[in-house]
């Protein structure tokens, strides 16, 4: 790996040579450099020898780095200069010391981290060891060392034979995760300068995380019509009469929260019963998917049926899809066609989840169509070319924090061309074209550029108008209207990019005109002009 690595340094330098060489006419483009990951992460790992002799070996790592080059701080002059995958040796005495390790890019860029190290020929003391299961991973354990004049600790997890040990620095952590929960003896080796080691031993006992610890993620913004929801939080649901009725079936069901949002526990599952109304079914012809969440630790297999009890035999009585892959500990949003059901969809009254007996957690259960179009939405937008289209102030009608103005549309004439489109049946695309206003908190300078996922309009999104609230929800990670930056959260890149957005609108001009606001963060408000193309 370290040759190849050189070999993409010598690479690099001949094509830059030739660049400066190549006719008129043929392309030169080294562009390419430009998009290399920037350096990141740099630290390394410091290993001493248990010979009273100060020998330390320094291992710098660190992501999108393929050199280094480390000051030892104790004086000494001379830089060494280390290939990725590298590591160097160094003679300290005893002493606190300060390392600088810089982190070279391919394309030359470098970042630099400082490390203090302690070099001590004495055996380490008051060693403190912490072991704990991880809270959000089944059978993950976190391991943290740290004793006085150590400078590293040796790991040994304790679940396969002739094992080697993770080495790291003293005071920092490590994770492991097991193939299976259980009792592990856990060894930790405290290592010095000195020749005696300092060391410690527990029996673990590593647990399976057996339930979610998150809710699962929330369904978008929908129009009543759009939705026929069974069991979420986020939508008014249908009623059931039935849950689990005794079919005979082993399943037992359980109602537990996580925060406010209810969901669905179901032990041993091999099929379970969702009962609505049987003296007034369902009527799912117009909608075209079904929705549900689920989360398991154990199970195999996992499929949905929908039944028409009006009808006495046959597929177009009942029909079940399974899944065919399960995915275990995280929760997984599912969405199957109701083309792929044969039932006839007239009169649903009876919902089954059928499995192969082990625990699965269900939320977010509802049958849906796409976004019913809105009446003067339609169409594509962008932002009007002249000076005060978008600002930001404490209230709306207030743009005096920032606002655009006649130069800045000359300058930002990249932006200016970007379209917002709306489609009748209920879709939303930011088409950007090649280039787009890029700000400091996307990896770059304030300048045009090419588009930065993922607000690069590669987002799978649509839109929810509603015209008696007058707002717009643009459903979607990375959609947005206006600037990516603004959320109803807050601005990035201080917040998550969120799945939805909603906007207040005003529509004028014969819907020809779009005024925008959206509250990003407490008193905050960006505000946006659109103009229909």
């Known amino acids: 790996m370290k040759k190849i690595k050189i070999l993409y340094s010598l690479i690099l330098t001949v094509l830059l040579a030739i660049s400066c060489s190549i006719p008129d006419g043929i392309d030169s483009d080294t562009s390419f450099v430009n998009s290399i990951k920037d350096p990141s992460a740099v630290s390394a790992l410091a290993l001493i020898t248990q010979d009273n002799s100060g020998k330390v070996t320094l291992i710098p790592r660190g992501e999108g780095v393929t050199s280094f080059e480390i000051e030892y701080g104790d004086g000494t002059t001379t830089v060494a200069k280390v290939a990725a995958g590298g590591s160097v040796t160094h003679i300290y005495r005893e002493g606190a010391y300060k390392v600088k390790i810089t982190g070279i890019s391919l394309s030359g860029k470098k970042v630099v981290a400082e490390q203090n190290i302690t070099v001590s020929f004495r055996s380490p003391e008051n060693l403190v060891v912490t072991i704990e299961n991880d809270r959000a991973v089944s059978k993950k354990v976190n391991v943290r060392a740290t004793a006085d004049f150590a400078l590293f600790y040796d790991v040994y997890f304790g679940d396969v034979p002739n094992e080697v040990p993770v080495q790291v620095n003293n005071g920092e952590s490590i994770s492991h995760t097991y193939a299976s929960a259980g009792t592990y003896t856990i060894k930790i080796v405290s290592k010095s300068g000195a020749i005696r080691t300092t060391n410690y031993q527990e029996n673990f006992v590593v647990t399976a995380i057996l339930a979610p610890t998150t809710s699962a993620p929330a369904p978008p913004s929908r129009q009543a019509v759009d939705v026929v929801s069974i069991f979420s939080d986020s939508y008014t649901n249908i009623g059931v009469s039935e849950w689990n009725p005794g079919w005979g079936q082993s ?132 932002i009007a070319p002249e000076a005060g289209a978008l600002g930001v102030g404490p209230a709306p009608g207030d743009k005096s924090w920032w606002a655009i103005d006649a130069a800045g549309v000359t300058a930002r004439a990249c932006y200016f061309d970007d379209t917002f489109v709306f489609g009748s049946n209920g879709s939303f695309s930011n088409v950007l074209g090649n280039s787009t206003w890029l700000e400091g908190w996307q990896g770059t300078s304030d300048a045009c550029g090419t588009p930065v996922a993922p607000h690069n309009g590669s987002a799978s999104a649509t839109y929810v108008y509603n015209s008696t609230a007058h707002t717009i929800t643009i459903n979607g990670a990375g959609a947005y209207l206006g600037l990516p930056k603004a959320t109803n959260a807050g601005e990035l890149p201080n917040v998550s990019v969120p799945n939805s957005r909603v906007y207040s609108v005003t529509l004028s001009n014969g819907n020809n005109t779009m005024e925008l606001i959206i509250e990003a963060g407490s008193g905050v408000f960006w505000q946006f002009k659109l103009v229909r193309v």
């Open 251 to 382: 399943t037992i069901l359980a109602n537990p929260t996580i925060g406010s949002n209810a969901m669905l526990k179901y032990s041993l599952l091999n099929y379970t019963g969702i009962v609505t109304d049987y003296g007034n079914a369902t009527n799912l012809s117009s909608m075209q998917y079904v929705h549900f969440d689920y989360w398991t630790p154990n199970a195999t297999s996992l499929g949905f049926k929908i039944v028409n009890t009006s009808i006495s035999s046959g597929p177009t009585k009942e029909s079940q899809v399974d899944l065919s892959t399960i995915t275990l500990n995280n929760w997984v949003s599912v969405d199957i066609p109701l083309s792929d059901f044969t039932t006839n969809r007239s009169a649903i009254t009876q919902m089954l989840f059928a499995s192969s007996g082990g625990t699965v957690f269900i939320d977010n259960l509802y049958f849906y169509k796409n976004p019913t179009p809105a009446s003067g939405i339609e169409g594509t937008w962008k």
